[in-house]
């Protein structure tokens, strides 16, 4: 089973996002900002991660370039989910690692077809 890790700081995100992923068959562990996240994939680096742009302590961007740092070789699937809708944001996460961008609000479609996209789903 394809194991996701959410991470962002709002609980209702993590709470809508966690509903949509168990509904398609996923395992899912959630993270309240970047810190907490790299700790949780130190632990047990999940398949995937739905990561927020915006978080206090440590933002997705700083984490996605920790985790792709990360020297034990395994490369999650990144989704960034956040509202930084710009060219330039964009462009900055593409080029940190993520493998696609989802903008909030989303719903269970978009999130499905972007699993599609980058492999995680069929």
Same mark, same amino acid.
């Given at each position: 089973?394809? /194991? @996701?890790?959410?991470? $962002? $700081?709002?609980?209702? !995100? /993590?709470?809508?996002? /966690?509903? +949509?992923?168990?509904?398609?068959? *996923?395992?899912?562990?959630? #993270? ?12 047990? +680096? ?11 302590? +440590?933002?997705?961007? %700083? &984490?996605?370039? #920790?985790? /792709?740092?990360?020297?034990?070789? %395994?490369?999650?699937?990144?989704? @960034?989910?956040? %509202?930084?809708?710009? @060219?330039?944001? !964009? ?9 696609? *961008?989802? &903008?909030?609000? &989303? ?9 599609? +996209? %980058?492999? !995680?789903?069929?």
């Amino acid at each position: 089973m394809t /194991r @996701f890790l959410v991470v $962002d $700081d709002s609980g209702v !995100i /993590r709470k809508v996002a /966690r509903r +949509m992923l168990e509904s398609l068959g *996923y395992a899912v562990n959630e #993270a309240v900002d970047g810190e907490d996240a790299l700790q949780a994939c130190l632990g047990d +680096m999940p398949d995937a991660v739905l990561l927020d742009w915006n978080m206090p302590n +440590m933002d997705g961007l %700083t &984490f996605l370039e #920790a985790l /792709r740092a990360s020297p034990n070789g %395994t490369r999650p699937k990144v989704l @960034f989910c956040t %509202t930084e809708s710009d @060219f330039d944001h !964009i462009a900055a996460a593409m080029e940190k690692g993520a493998d696609e *961008y989802l &903008f909030k609000p &989303f719903d269970q479609s978009t999130l499905e077809s972007k699993l599609s +996209m %980058t492999g !995680i789903a069929p």
